[in-house]
């Protein structure tokens, strides 16, 4: 069985970071991309930040140079660093891979950038 488990969420002011962990079990994980994605409320869910099993990385643009994703193949984690969090991140994260056509996600941790 596939399972994504999130965690690192929470509250955080303007301008400060968070590190959102992703471990997953239940796969070969040095052999999947991984993905994070965002759901804030009325809103879409939005791909972040995706890396390869090779550890090329893509960033929506809002979060360009500011969110890094990057992966433990060892702790079978992927990781998302946010910097300089603005109140347009608040959303529930999700963690994300796709075997075959088929997505499997984490149950969520919620990200809220607040003063």
């Known amino acids: 069985q596939v399972q994504l488990v999130e965690s690192g969420g929470g509250l955080v002011q303007p301008g400060g970071s968070l590190r959102l962990s992703c471990a997953a079990s239940?796969?070969?994980?040095?052999?999947?991309?991984m993905g994070w994605y965002r759901q804030a409320p009325g809103k879409e869910r939005e791909l972040v930040a995706g890396i390869t099993r090779g550890g090329d990385t893509n960033y929506a643009d809002s979060v360009k140079g500011r969110f890094t994703i990057s992966r433990d193949n060892a702790k079978k984690t992927v990781y998302l660093q946010m910097n300089s969090l603005k109140p347009e991140d608040t959303a529930v994260y999700y963690c994300n891979v796709r075997l075959g056509n088929t997505p499997y996600w984490g149950q969520g941790t919620q990200v809220t950038v607040s003063s």
């Open positions: 239940g796969i070969i994980f040095r052999l999947y991309a």
